[in-house]
């Protein structure tokens, strides 16, 4: 059977273990991944805040700890954190999921409706069976709005609320900006807002040529208000998704550039 992504070059704009695991099953459906990471994290401002957290977290001292972004998982990953047996972690969507588990990490609940700190704070009466209080370590970047350290508290919930690490972009080579604004690279995968940000501002108004695929309607929306043309959009925040949604645009009769 022929790969329905055969001939597609495909950016991916995260590198780590979701990029590799993305790249690895764009390639199973013949497309040809660029990996080239868009974002990265730099350190808190608050780094003693951080250690003190991270030291607690291994030593059980909370009950729950809830991820927001993969980024997070990087920042536990290069501090090589340690989550002790007892406490139970919460993702937010199936992207962050997936880090958690390609870093080693577990996984307890993800929503399984709307993949958003929304979502999440929906759930999570019926996740921890209603249990008040609870201890919780909130990780998020600089810019997140504190949406579900603020909801756990308004319920009752002991929440410590840390601020992982700063989103910084990263400019990737003059080739990936060359192909990309000459048509060669026939989608681009938009895995965020901080994301979309660097995809308008390194490489300006995307050909039409190229589709623009974003990985949930939160990042569509985001992607929009930046000015950026979104032409695919995941119906799960998933890397799965995204690609599915990728598959189902080329069975359409999209396809790469002669």
Request: negative net charge; glycine residues 8%.
């Amino acid at each position: 059977m022929t790969k329905p992504l055969a001939g597609w070059r495909v950016l991916v704009p995260r590198g780590g273990p979701w990029g590799d695991q993305v790249a690895a099953n764009l390639r199973a459906k013949g497309a040809h991944p660029i990996v080239a990471p868009m974002i990265n994290f730099a350190a808190t401002d608050d780094a003693p805040a951080l250690d003190a957290a991270l030291t607690r977290l291994a030593a059980g001292d909370f009950d729950w700890m809830t991820i927001t972004s993969a980024t997070t998982v990087d920042v536990l990953s290069s501090h090589r954190a340690i989550i002790a047996p007892g406490t139970r972690v919460a993702a937010v969507g199936e992207t962050t999921a997936a880090a958690l588990i390609a870093a080693g990490y577990h996984v307890d609940i993800v929503p399984s409706e709307d993949n958003s700190a929304r979502g999440l704070l929906e759930e999570w009466e019926t996740a921890t069976a209603g249990v008040i209080p609870l201890r919780v370590l909130t990780l998020r970047s600089e810019i997140a709005k504190p949406l579900l350290s603020e909801g756990l508290r308004r319920v009752g919930h002991d929440v410590q609320s840390v601020v992982a690490y700063r989103t910084i972009g990263v400019p990737v080579s003059d080739q990936v900006v060359a192909d990309v604004k000459a048509g060669l690279v026939h989608a681009v995968l938009v895995t965020s807002g901080s994301v979309a940000r660097q995809v308008r501002e390194q490489f300006g108004d995307i050909p039409e040529r190229t589709l623009v695929a974003c990985i949930g309607p939160q990042t569509a929306k985001d992607s929009r208000a930046l000015g950026l043309r979104v032409d695919v959009v995941a119906s799960e925040r998933s890397a799965e998704s995204l690609i599915e949604a990728l598959v189902d645009a080329a069975l359409a009769g999209a396809a790469p550039a002669a």
